[in-house]
């Protein structure tokens, strides 16, 4: 007859609980358990822009202008980057401004890649929810009839000091963003 220690009993007793959860976590655990990388506190996000409404609001921006009289704005692929950013920033975001969360603002988005080449700058933002994103013409013509019938808005796209122009949209989720900006370049 094999005698065996109380003590020991007691604790194999209170410990089988807990090897028992160890176990379980073992086998759930994935096999490269020491190659995961942390996971980010906020997914990334990915913005879908629309080129073809890009383009549209261009050409309808341009159309605005000739119907006034005005010169066409050159298109400035810069300018639609920064036109992006600004519309992706406030899709990730989660704002509606054309200043940004921590202060930013056009000029200071403009800065880094137009510091003495433009004279004037102007911003126009836009946005909506659950449209139909898969009508180009349709979108694109919303947004430049609403900026149309703002003063604001107006003003910048019949601005006759104005030369150039990006223009930026993204989608994300059931959100919509556009920025235009406008610039007088001085070379």
Known sequence: ??????????????????????????????????????????????VQHLAEVELLIFQFTNEERRKHGLPALARDDSLSEIARMHTDDMLRRHYFSHISPDGASPKERLAPVYLNVISRAGENIWGGRGLDFSDSRRLARVAVDGWMISPGHRANILNPDYTHLGVGVGVLGREIRATQNFVKRLR
Do not use: D, E, H
Not at 21 to 39: H, I, K, N, R
């Open 1 to 46: 007859m094999i005698k065996i220690n109380p003590t020991l009993n007691q604790f194999c007793l209170r410990l089988a609980p807990a090897v028992a959860v160890f176990l379980a976590l073992c086998l759930w655990l994935p096999p490269a358990w020491g190659q995961l990388q942390p996971a980010s506190r906020t997914p990334a996000l990915r």
